[in-house]
């Protein structure tokens, strides 16, 4: 089985899990939820970007960052006004110490593979809100056009470790954990959305 077969089935049910857990695809979308949509990725991106920080990347041939899509989502909130506030206190976001390049193509299949859906996103919340890529919807719309050729070029990059067995287990461990804690986050913010505290939703971990 290629690696991203082992990929595509390890995370297939996460996948499904984000996508219920998030309310964007409603068809009663509204800004308030687009708008907490919005700050929970910021949240994931900005912990994710000092995860990725604390480790260099020794893999040359890719230029792993989420740095572009850190930017749009600070631009998006800021149009939409909305203050990003630096979370305090611990996130609880379960990520293994990103000490090798394995867990860090598992972490950016899920970042390059999302931008997928974000094409769909896109669409919908022209149609239910209005938003463009120019309007508080940079972050979805992402590279837009250039998205897959991106994808291809990611797979590309993946395919180079599909030989290294050895590097199998750290990528399928990066990408589900990536996955696992966008959705506590998401299901964190969804709790406070809904009237609990977050508190609450923090004692599960
Ligand atoms: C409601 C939200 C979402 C929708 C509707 C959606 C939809 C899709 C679609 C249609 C594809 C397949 C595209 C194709 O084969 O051409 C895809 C792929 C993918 N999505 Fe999502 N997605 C959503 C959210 C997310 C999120 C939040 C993540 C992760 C942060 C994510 C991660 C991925 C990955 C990794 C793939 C690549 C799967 C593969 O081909 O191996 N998606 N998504």
Redesign the pocket.
């Known amino acids: 089985m290629s690696l991203?077969s082992a990929?595509?089935e390890r995370?297939r049910i996460l996948?499904v899990e984000?996508?219920e857990a998030?309310d964007?695809?409603d068809p009663e979308l509204t800004l308030d939820i687009y708008r907490q949509t919005l700050l929970t990725?910021h949240r994931?991106y900005s912990e994710l970007q000092t995860r990725l920080d604390a480790h260099p990347s020794h893999y040359p041939e890719y230029n792993f960052s989420v740095k572009p899509q850190l930017s749009r989502l600070e631009a998006d909130l800021k149009f939409l006004g909305v203050t990003a506030q630096k979370p305090t206190g611990p996130v609880s976001f379960p990520m293994p110490e990103i000490a090798d390049d394995s867990l860090r193509m598992g972490i950016f299949?899920?970042?390059?593979?999302?931008?997928?859906?974000?094409?769909?996103?896109t669409r919908h919340i022209k149609q239910k809100l209005e938003i463009t890529p120019e309007s508080g919807g940079s972050f979805f719309h992402g590279s837009g056009d250039q998205t897959?050729q991106n994808?291809k070029r990611f797979l590309t990059q993946l395919s180079a470790f599909d030989s290294k067995i050895e590097q199998h287990k750290g990528v399928l461990t990066g990408?589900e954990a990536?996955?696992s804690g966008?959705l506590d986050l998401m299901r964190a913010g969804q709790s406070v959305h809904k009237g609990t505290t977050s508190d609450e939703t923090r004692l599960r971990h």
């Open positions: 991203l990929l595509r995370t996948h984000v996508e998030m964007i695809m990725f994931f299949y899920v970042i390059e593979g999302s931008a997928l859906g974000g094409q769909l996103i897959a994808w990408a990536t996955f966008l």
